[in-house]
């Protein structure tokens, strides 16, 4: 799964052009983020991995998105969008980590304890961990159900969100992803040594975060298929020959 997650965007015929594009978006949105045009690139970005998720719930797993087929506009809204479904969990994390860390370092501020204080630090810390790990494996159910629906309430649906979450299947793609992220962060940080290493990195990242939404996508189709007995998205006609050629995508995880 790790191998074919990676090799997905070296696909086609056109894969380098793809990639250097996709790198390209990337280095200009952080080079000019301070801007509003080159910020937007990140939500283009973002959007195109979303396609790239639509895609493998789909069941096509070697046909990558080609810049050239895409509307940019909408691509970038559909990224936009997404930020829809990522913020409010966001805001929620803090609010759970922060309201009962808050509430004990107001009161250990006003019986000037210190040890109250350093409760409340600590509590506030660990909250907020259990919070991220915890979103961790949420928010790629919350995305590919996003994606699903194309319908941000949609990445708020806790039935389903309840369902996929804890199977078995799914928490293994997350497990993956998260280990493809690793490999990621490795082969980024030795790359920033050199000038020309530090060049790549932003190509790589695109390789990687692609890597990382096709295994969500994989691993939320399986499960999705297991608990509900269809796949999420009905499969196209390009999507049946991609898994006659290369198989059943479950058997991988």
């Not at 990445?155 to 493809?180: E, Q, S, Y």
Request: aromatic share 10%.
């Amino acid at each position: 799964m790790i191998e074919a997650s990676i090799r997905y965007q070296t696909q086609g015929d056109e894969w380098l052009k793809r990639v250097l594009i996709g790198g390209g978006l990337i280095c200009a949105g952080l080079l000019f983020g301070i801007f509003i045009l080159p910020l937007a690139l990140f939500f283009t970005v973002n959007g195109y991995m979303l396609e790239v998720l639509r895609r493998v719930l789909r069941g096509e797993t070697t046909n990558p998105p080609e810049w050239g087929e895409l509307a940019l506009v909408e691509t970038t809204i559909d990224g936009l969008r997404h930020l829809a479904v990522v913020l409010p969990y966001g805001f929620a994390a803090l609010l759970i980590a922060g309201l009962p860390a808050g509430l004990l370092l107001l009161i250990g501020a006003i019986a000037e304890s210190g040890a109250l204080v350093f409760l409340g630090v600590a509590v506030g810390a660990l909250l907020y961990l259990v919070v991220v790990l915890a979103l961790a494996f949420v928010m790629p159910v919350a995305t590919a159900n996003f994606v699903r629906k194309d319908s941000i309430a949609a990445g708020f649906d806790f039935g389903v969100l309840r369902t996929i979450t804890p199977n078995r299947t799914m928490l293994k793609a997350v497990l993956i992803a998260f280990a493809v992220n690793v490999i990621m962060s490795v082969i980024v940080n030795v790359l920033g040594f050199t000038i020309v290493g530090l060049l790549a990195v932003p190509f790589v990242q695109f390789v990687f975060q692609s890597a990382i939404f096709y295994i969500w996508a994989d691993g939320f189709a399986d499960a999705y298929e297991a608990e509900y007995g269809e796949p999420p998205i009905t499969p196209t006609a390009a999507s049946e020959s991609d898994t006659g050629a290369s198989g059943s995508t479950g058997e991988a995880i």
